[in-house]
């Protein structure tokens, strides 16, 4: 044991004294001092400032910042919020949940067997009636309620008693969904028996089945619960969404889906507003995502690509919504950080589909040079139709695993933050797109960066010894990365010559643009396409595509969120420390590796990347402004004796 500390003391020593690593160090403190206290650290740390002066403009007064305003807005919220609580229709439908959930599950058991045989029944009528074949969906559903109903029939509590105590029910409705567990006591908290009422509901619903298919009421009952949960508790709609992002591909229509759940939870939010129940703040970086919205809904009002350009349009609109919608829903870091950690667990799980797809031998091989890149089988895409689209979804979400793994409690939890972020990596690997593996290691590199100075110092080291790298890695992944700008790849040569079309497009059309979405770039590009490379439904470029939508007004946009983004973290980066400024730099890790893999693809052109995007974004927002609201009461308490601004950016 002695000679081991020996060893352990000696290394040491010679770490210490050595004059390479000496140099090493003292370059990496130079480095950082100077990007903290010079040019950079001063711009990079202004969003403070900025939006202290926002506050105070006459563009702060209008949107409602000023402190000392009493607008007509605030009467209209009064009065509409007194007359909402006052009518027959609220006062009826808010008992409706404490209703259901006080009923007993012998009376769900009830319905169940009673919707369950009147399918059947039904079934077999229309059978003879018309003569058709017996429908076989509704027999096996009518079947599955029954067997359903008959462990539900033995169990003497209330919905709302069974919700509480399931393992289940509480880690979805009370640690996923963040529903607090006072939401499940209903009115007097016993069991209600109202078996007429199943029985009559069962029967009606049941005869329906003769006209609709019993899965699609099933469905539509479910769908209505969810409405009225959303309804009551917009931030349950902003987490189920969070969750159940990557997942939403097992439905037919997922865009719609996600689009109208963003809608239905920004409706909840508007009421819940208006009845005084909320709050709306709109920082700088929220003025301008709003603005940015904007110009996105024009250009699809304005654009060449008619209804479907509209379409496209109304869609990035409405999850653009998402933006402003989390930064006022979300208020605590308790609440920001939960956001972050659905995410990132939805992440971890997507990952290792797609390890299991790719093991499997379900990879795709389309977008895939086959004669350059015969060695390679195929490309993960998860729960993605397309591997660079998983691939950006991944390099968004690894900071947050990155986080966990670091910051987690327990040897349990760790070991599943690690375990999610190593698939993620080899989920990342397999869809072998070299765009997202650049935005990776920028990511990750910065992420680290920011963690500790001391990985400046391994990076020049690593330096040193990068010829080395490739021999410890495996070399279909070193060939697929060096083949980055060879034009001998059909994939490079499309994309090379896409960006000279796009950019002899741009010449013609940059300060107005075309419109959004690909009906009006697959109309206008062509033009000016080279020969062979006409058929493209994007620019391959971030910028380039922002720019050819919305002109050169909306590419300024989104270039002033984007610096005022980065600002607003580093500003909070430079105060604090530990898992603060390490939950802040994920988020900003995150937004910047799809920036880095924007420059070589439209990261954009799945909706679903587009809102994981913006949501990453708000919830570092929101987490910030949590941050900046505890320092302020901080201060408050404080004496400007004992008040201490600001932590130094090297630990």
């Not at 653009?320 to 990132?344: E, K, M, P, S």
């Not at 490309?379 to 986080?403: C, E, H, K, M, W």
């Not at 391994?458 to 890695?473: D, E, K, Y």
């Amino acid at each position: 044991m002695r000679s081991k500390l020996n060893i352990k003391e000696k290394l040491s020593h010679q770490a210490k004294t050595s004059v390479i690593l000496f140099a090493f160090k003292t370059a990496a403190t130079w480095l950082y001092l100077n990007l903290a206290h010079g040019i950079f650290g001063r711009f990079f740390t202004a969003y403070e400032r900025e939006e202290e002066c926002f506050e105070g403009s006459v563009t702060g007064f209008i949107a409602g910042s000023h402190p000392g305003k009493k607008t007509l807005i605030r009467r209209m919220r009064r009065r509409f919020a007194a007359a909402f609580e006052n009518s027959l229709l609220l006062s009826a439908l808010g008992r409706v949940p404490g209703y259901m959930l006080s009923l007993g599950m012998r009376v769900y058991s009830t319905f169940f067997i009673v919707f369950g045989f009147y399918s059947v029944a039904m079934a077999l009528l229309k059978r003879v009636i018309t003569g058709e074949a017996v429908n076989d969906n509704a027999i096996i559903c009518g079947g599955i309620l029954v067997i359903i109903a008959i462990p539900l029939a033995l169990i003497k509590r209330s919905l709302a008693q069974v919700l509480r105590e399931a393992s289940i029910s509480r880690l979805i409705l009370i640690r996923l969904l963040r529903i607090h567990e006072d939401k499940l006591y209903p009115p007097g908290d016993k069991e209600n028996v109202r078996y007429s009422m199943a029985l009559v509901l069962g029967m009606v619903l049941g005869a329906l089945t003769y006209f609709v298919e019993p899965t699609a009421l099933i469905a539509a009952v479910a769908m209505l619960v969810l409405v009225w949960v959303v309804l009551s508790l917009p931030e349950v709609g902003i987490m189920a969404l969070l969750s159940a992002v990557p997942f939403l591909s097992i439905f037919k229509h997922p865009t719609l889906l996600l689009a109208c759940g963003v809608l239905l939870t920004t409706v909840s939010y508007f009421i819940k507003y208006l009845r005084g129940k909320r709050t709306m703040r709109f920082g700088l970086v929220g003025v301008f995502v709003s603005l940015f919205s904007v110009m996105i809904l024009l250009g699809g009002i304005v654009s060449v690509g008619g209804k479907a350009s509209l379409s496209s349009a109304l869609v990035y609109f409405i999850l653009l919504q998402g933006f402003n919608l989390i930064v006022n829903l979300f208020r605590t870091r308790d609440d920001c950080r939960h956001a972050l950690t659905v995410l990132a667990v939805s992440g971890g799980i997507a990952g290792l589909y797609g390890v299991i797809q790719y093991l499997l031998g379900n990879a795709t091989a389309d977008w895939l040079d086959t004669e350059m890149f015969a060695y390679i089988e195929g490309r993960a895409t998860s729960f993605f139709d397309n591997p660079n689209v998983f691939g950006a979804y991944l390099i968004a979400i690894l900071p947050l695993l990155l986080l966990m793994m670091i910051y987690s409690a327990g040897i349990k939890k760790k070991f599943l933050s690690m375990f999610s972020a190593l698939v993620s990596i080899v989920a990342l690997v397999w869809t072998w797109s070299r765009g997202a593996w650049l935005g990776a290691i920028f990511g990750i590199v910065v992420f680290f960066l920011i963690f500790s100075y001391k990985t400046l110092q391994v990076l020049l080291a690593g330096g040193l010894c990068l010829p080395l790298v490739g021999s410890f890695l495996p070399q279909d992944v070193v060939s697929r990365f060096l083949s980055i700008g060879n034009m001998s790849d059909s994939s490079t040569y499309y994309r090379v010559y896409t960006w000279r079309g796009v950019g002899r497009m741009l010449e013609r059309v940059w300060a107005s643009g075309i419109g959004v979405g690909s009906a009006a770039f697959e109309q206008v590009y062509p033009l000016f396409a080279y020969v062979g490379i006409e058929a493209t439904p994007h620019a391959h470029n971030l910028i380039m595509q922002v720019l050819c939508e919305t002109g050169i007004a909306g590419a300024l946009t989104f270039a002033i969120i984007m610096i005022l983004f980065v600002q607003n973290c580093f500003g909070a980066i430079v105060k604090h420390s530990g898992k603060q400024r390490m939950t802040v730099a994920a988020g900003l890790c995150g937004i910047l590796s799809m920036l880095v893999m924007g420059l070589a693809d439209n990261i954009w052109y799945n909706y679903r990347v587009f809102f994981v995007f913006w949501s990453i974004m708000a919830l570092t927002v929101a987490y910030i402004n949590a941050l900046r609201s505890e320092d302020r009461d901080v201060h408050e308490e404080m004496s400007p004796e004992s008040a201490q601004v600001g932590v130094n950016i090297i630990e």
